[in-house]
């Protein structure tokens, strides 16, 4: 028997029990990061677009954009809609220093994760889309880089073999720092620079790309392209929240 690990897992069971059985937003008892009551007022994704998920008042679609340009990446996960508490703990975490909510988004995308691969093959490499260097100086961190590190742990915890790996250099780099994409309008998103990010390292044949939110969808598809041209045979896209289109 190996006592070291045993010992390990019953530390941190105990660990759990005491410091984190409660919800992260209401601070009620909870066995996951988040109580039923929480969890059930969360804004699940439920109605999309088949391919790049953008919330649509049906389901089962294929929206106008993805008939018109379909995006090079093979599948899109993106469980809820970026409003209500989602966008209230992102927010939080990239402006407000609440980098312990990283924790229970990651944990919920875990579990949607989990079961989108349960007839599929898993990605050999996760990658994450960067700030600029001045962004990150500015905030202090990346939480893309910081949600990824959860994100594995979650995964390597739940699954019963290996997550995708994480390269300790990403790959991926942003070498222009452009306007913060919430304070742009979708036109001027779209017009954004194609050329923000370039690529430096060793790309496996299938590749998730991990970002907090997509909301046009251009970002993940400048570096979807960049990876595909680097030798990727297949992109996923993994984004914990998908922003919705605006109402006239």
């Known amino acids: ?137 500015e905030r202090g961190f990346c939480q893309t880089k910081a949600m990824t590190t959860q994100l594995t742990k979650d995964l390597k915890e739940r699954l019963d073999k290996n997550p995708p790996t994480v390269p300790k250099k990403n790959p991926l780099k942003k070498i222009k720092n452009t306007l913060a994409q919430h304070s742009l309008s979708r036109k001027e998103r779209l017009k954004s620079p194609q050329s923000s990010y370039q690529l430096d390292g060793t790309i496996a044949k299938h590749v998730a790309i991990f970002d907090d939110v997509m909301t046009t969808g251009s970002t993940i598809e400048n570096c979807t392209k960049l990876l595909l041209k680097a030798g990727a045979e297949r992109v996923d896209v993994w984004v914990i929240a998908r922003t919705p289109d605006k109402e006239n």
């Open 1 to 137: 028997m190996d006592w070291k690990k045993l010992s390990t897992t019953k530390i941190t069971q105990v660990y759990k029990s005491i410091f984190l059985n409660q919800c992260y937003i209401c601070n009620a008892k909870a066995q996951s990061t988040l109580c039923n009551s929480c969890n059930e007022g969360l804004p699940a994704n439920l109605n999309h677009c088949q391919h790049c998920k953008r919330p649509t008042h049906s389901a089962d679609i294929l929206c106008g954009n993805c008939q018109t340009s379909r995006p090079a990446y093979h599948i899109c996960v993106a469980p809820y809609r970026f409003e209500g508490i989602i966008k209230t703990l992102i927010h939080s975490i990239k402006f407000n220093q609440g980098i312990h909510y990283i924790r229970p988004l990651t944990h919920l995308l875990s579990e949607h994760l989990i079961e989108s691969y349960s007839t599929d093959h898993w990605p050999e490499q996760l990658l994450y889309v960067p700030s600029h260097p001045s962004r990150i100086k």
